[in-house]
């Protein structure tokens, strides 16, 4: 079965301007959450969205946001992007049942600002 | 305010012995917790996990240990092999009422090298 794909794979954008990145999950997996992870900080959590509603939101500025579509896939925007925006953008999918806590990740997007 | 940390940034080992990787965390929320293995230029991987009303997992060379008294949890690797060598991140989270929210809180990820 097809694993988690994310597109683009590399992304190269100059202070300002705004980014929207994509992750489509396993079939059957209604849960997609997203990580950015940096050399400083790590990874971090960004959002959860389960059957198209935000559930769950990390510490991130309101600059990052995100939606789901019926058909699970999911998509990240970030407006105004700043330098330390730079990281790896990594999206997870999980079937979202009640104790359901694997995740499975994609191969990420290298977002690089400049 | 970390709350999920791998103290050991690199741990190297020889092949065919044991690899222990560690992790403690601060948060008593915490009640299920999982390790990821990550290449680079790709996503983690997940290898294995425990809920808090265990002590122990095991799935063929990898077993985690949860000592919940102390919040520390530990990767044993039997027998290692070279193609073990990744970097191990292991990753908390916390269920309200049972149910999952979806967000991992991740440690800084140990270097493990297994050399043949």
């Known amino acids: 079965k097809a694993g988690v794909t994310q597109t683009p794979r590399y992304l190269i954008k100059t202070r300002g301007q705004q980014v929207t990145l994509s992750c489509s999950p396993i079939s059957g997996h209604r849960s997609v959450s997203w990580y950015q992870q940096t050399p400083g900080q790590g990874l971090q959590f960004l959002f959860e969205?389960?059957?198209?509603?935000?559930?769950n939101k990390g510490n991130f500025p309101g600059r990052f946001s995100g939606r789901q579509f019926s058909n699970s896939r999911s998509e990240m925007n970030v407006s105004t992007l700043e330098l330390g925006d730079s990281a790896l953008y990594l999206c997870a999918g999980r079937r979202g049942a009640r104790s359901d806590n694997e995740q499975f990740f994609g191969p990420g997007t290298r977002l690089t600002v400049l | 305010d970390q709350q999920v940390k791998q103290n050991s940034p690199s741990l190297s080992v020889q092949e065919g012995r044991i690899s222990i990787l560690n992790c403690d965390y601060t948060?008593?929320?915490?009640?299920?917790f999982l390790w990821y293995k990550k290449y680079p230029a790709e996503g983690p991987t997940f290898l294995i996990s425990?809920?808090?009303?265990?002590d122990k997992n095991e799935d063929g060379r990898f077993t985690v240990f949860l000592n919940k008294s102390a919040k520390h949890l530990s990767l044993h690797i039997v027998p290692s092999q070279p193609g073990d060598s990744a970097v191990y991140f292991c990753a908390a989270t916390a269920n309200a009422g049972g149910t999952s929210y979806g967000k991992l809180t991740f440690g800084q990820g140990t270097i493990l090298t297994v050399h043949p």
């Open positions: 969205y389960f059957s198209e509603t935000q559930r």
């Open positions: 425990i809920s808090s009303i265990k």
């Open positions: 948060n008593s929320m915490f009640d299920y």
